[in-house]
């Protein structure tokens, strides 16, 4: 079955890094385009960061554009996210998300919490 199993969350003080990472399976990866969404406590889960199938594309939330990167490995069928220079309004549970037309699969997530 379609498993999307999110890792990397945490604890980070202001200013820190963090990588998150998506572990998939059940579906051909190469084939989807991935993204990172986010939701705060209370907020509506947003897009954090976009990338197509091949990787040739790549689109961020303007909160999070210099500070994070987005990439995949269609060979290991992960998708990343790596985040520097966290700031507390970035604490949310992050999610993993792969989509293909009207197919779309999300991981549980995984907390981050940015805080001195």
């Known amino acids: 079955q379609v498993q999307l199993v999110e890792s990397g969350g945490g604890l980070v003080q202001p200013g820190g890094s963090l990588r998150l990472s998506c572990a998939t399976s059940?579906?051909?990866?190469?084939?989807?385009?991935m993204s990172w969404y986010r939701q705060a406590p209370g907020k509506e889960r947003d897009l954090v960061a976009h990338?197509?199938?091949?990787?040739?594309?790549?689109n961020y939330a303007d909160s999070v554009k210099g500070r994070f990167t987005i990439s995949r490995d269609n060979a290991k069928n992960t998708v990343n996210l790596q985040m520097n220079s966290l700031k507390p309004e970035d604490t949310a549970v992050y999610y993993c998300?792969?989509?293909?037309?009207?197919?779309?699969?999300w991981g549980q997530g995984t907390q981050v919490t940015v805080s001195s």
């Open positions: 990338i197509t199938s091949a990787g040739g594309t790549k």
């Open positions: 998300n792969a989509r293909r037309g009207n197919l779309d699969y």
């Open positions: 059940g579906f051909t990866f190469s084939r989807y385009a």
